[in-house]
């Protein structure tokens, strides 16, 4: 009888921020997956704000045996955009009332025990980033051997052949440091993007959402308690009656990558301080005149569409909805 495989571990890189909660909670409940650690990064709410969080997530989770290490304050080359407080209130969370966490980050700072656990676990580690990739950039910087030594890296982020929703050309995580961005998309390893091409494209319904609330698990209560702020968002913002799923879509593919399409070019991020600032943009033919700015850059696989039944189906599941 052949034996189960081992889990695959990873690295959660986030902002949290109510959809980093829900993929977070997916992750700790799927046993395909070992959750080595969690590090911090500013995007959702302030870098702070968003360590505390990521505390309190595990505390919920009772899972304070994974160590946080607090990342990046702002970005590589600019300021702080500043926080998404409109989509995910002032505390990141909805703006639920929230004890202080009970435990603290380790000493390592994000790119420090990124490049401490992978370089220990030569091809073992996966990168899992939900927000801005400083932290990813700065870890591949100080230590060029990095990329080789990843399984790869799965983000969420980007918009390649779609508006963006940051700016009418890119997606918010990447806008929040494009030069990271660009930075990781030329990283040597397998490099997955979840970026809106397909989030956008699940939906997780109204009724669905409720399902959750009705667990009766401490992490279902948590997202009753934060939900209600992101789906007023969405409502608002789209007339959606339910929200996109995007930080859990790194989740899913991990658990279930035939749920899902994909094409893979080689990725630019737009660094200039046009309009076009943080859009990702996909090679897709070769380079007619002039010089070819993607030479020598790895192939990406862009996730374009999915099974969305199949993939929400999923997630509720883990999150402990019966179906």
Known sequence: MASAAAPRRIIIDTDPGIDDAMAIFFALASPELDVVALTTVFGNARTSICTDNALRLLEIAERTDIPVAEGAHGPLAMSF???ADFVHGANGQGDAPLAPPTT???????????????????GEITLVPLGPLTNIARALQAEPRLAAN???????GGN?????????????NIIGDPEAADIVFGAECPIVMAGLDVTERIVMTGAQLDLIGSVDDVRA????AILPYYRRFALESSGLDGIHVHDST??????????FASVRYPIRVDTGDG??????WPRTRPAQHGPDLWAGRPLVTILTDADVDAVVRLELGRLGVEL
Do not use: W
């Open 81 to 83: 955009r500043g926080p």
């Open 104 to 122: 603290s980050v380790v000493n390592d700072t994000a790119a420090e025990l990124i490049i401490e656990r992978a370089m220990a676990a030569p």
């Open 150 to 156: 990843l399984a790869g890296i799965v983000l969420m």
């Open 160 to 172: 390649a052949f779609c508006g963006g929703n940051a700016s009418p050309a890119a997606e918010a």
């Open 221 to 224: 209560r948590h997202l009753r």
């Open 250 to 259: 790194t989740i899913s593919y991990l658990l279930a990558p035939q749920h």
């Open 275 to 280: 309009v076009g600032r943080g859009k990702t």
